[in-house]
């Protein structure tokens, strides 16, 4: 095998030898067994705009077919172009990292971070966080930006998973779609009398008079399903543990205020803060008066890594201004 590779472009040559035409019966599966970092689905790609071809000096020319095995004694040209700069900018934005390595990184999100560039949002976000961070990023797709898989609200803190390059995106991805992820969160929700555990199940999709909410059963809204678990029980409300099956937009916030009834103390969208802050003991009140996000925190994450296979388990303690709310309402008890 030989690589030219320089900072932004790279030939991969590859020549087919009679042992590769033993093991293999197709190009595709051959070439993304020799380059390990790229998937099939990006060398398909790559294929479909004449990016993978004969190389100039192969004595085989004619037509090349990725559902067929080339001869032995074949030259293939893998010409990877440069990615495309990203529309975000990298800034030096602080993270707490948890853990990273060339594939992946994972950070525990504060509340208030939004995670994409959007309208309203054009910086300051995870994205660009990510991007000032990661200075040798591969980018996914043919951009140099990280791979966000999953996202968190803005007002939700807690633990993200971002792939750095295309293969690890993907792996993730399918990870993601097939349910083998661990998800948990705890929340603190304004409702005192309920059924201790149980699963919730409905569809969700866009609110049909609000389109800055989601609305539980309503046409063609995709299926969402949450498992909850009441651990702590104060005088005006309690906390519970969520985890997820499904990760549609704002699941458990819709879960709780529409199915249990129970919105998320501080959610200014599925509640009424300046209801919840009547309700509540004065100290705690006073805590909370200008804390404009929902105490809703993604504790636990975990997966097998899609590259090397290990298991990933890690679990991130509540943000201090939820930590002392808790403290508080124990103190109440």
Known sequence: MGDTPNEDHENICLQISEEDVKNFKRLDIFLAKRCEHLSRTFLKNLFQKGLIDWAEDSEFQGKLELKKMP??????????????????????????????????????????????????????????????????????GDQKRPGIVHRLDKGTSGIMVVAKNQKCHEGLVLLFSSHDIQREYQAIVMKTRMVQAGPIETTIGRHPQNRLKMKADVPRGKRAKTFYKVTDTFSCCSQVLCTLETGRTHQIRVHMSEILKAPILMDPVYGNPKDHLKRLPAPIAAHLKDYPHPLLHARKLGFIHPITKEEIVFEAGPPPVFQKTLDLLREEK
């Open 71 to 140: 001869p032995a004694g074949a030259k293939v040209l893998i010409d990877l172009p440069p990615p495309l700069p990203s529309d975000a900018i990298a800034q030096d934005i602080p993270l707490n990292i948890l853990f990273e390595d060339e594939h992946l990184i994972i950070i525990n999100k504060e509340a208030g971070m939004v995670v994409h560039p959007a309208p309203g949002h054009p910086d300051g976000t995870l994205v660009n966080a990510i991007l000032g961070h990661c200075k040798d990023l591969k980018g996914v």
